[in-house]
């Protein structure tokens, strides 16, 4: 069973910046393809970063692109999400995702990750 862990959430002012964290636990963290998905109150969870395998790939919502970084530290078995200049418009519940095949490519649509964290909630001040 994998089990995934974020934290890094918090309260921040419109301008700043916070650093997510997910450790995925079970197999060997270099097989996974990870993302990072945010659900804001009243809306669908959606799409915001993701990265291949390797880490050699990455891919970016449009409303992240330039702001963001996910990165994935294979040594230390831990996904990060750097977020800067974040903008009220940012504030959701974040959720790591993860999932396991062959290729090294990154995932975008929700239904192709079959392991999720728990949650952690970022909230951008005006």
């Known amino acids: 069973q994998v089990q995934l862990v974020e934290s890094g959430g918090g309260s921040v002012q419109a301008g700043g910046s916070l650093r997510l964290s997910c450790a995925p636990s079970?197999?060997?963290?270099?097989?996974?393809?990870m993302g990072w998905f945010r659900q804001a109150p009243g809306k669908e969870r959606e799409f915001v970063t993701a990265?291949?395998?390797?880490?050699?790939?990455?891919l970016y919502a449009d409303s992240v692109k330039g702001r963001f970084t996910i990165s994935k530290d294979n040594a230390k078995n831990t996904l990060y999400l750097q977020m800067n200049s974040l903008k009220p418009e940012d504030t959701a519940v974040y959720y790591c995702?993860?999932?396991?095949?062959?290729?090294?490519?990154?995932?975008?649509?929700?239904?192709?990750?079959?392991?999720w964290g728990q949650g952690t909630q970022v909230t951008v001040s005006s």
């Open positions: 990265i291949s395998k390797s880490g050699s790939s990455t």
């Open positions: 079970g197999r060997a963290f270099s097989s996974w393809f």
């Open positions: 995702a993860a999932g396991s095949n062959s290729g090294d490519y990154v995932r975008s649509r929700r239904a192709e990750y079959p392991y």
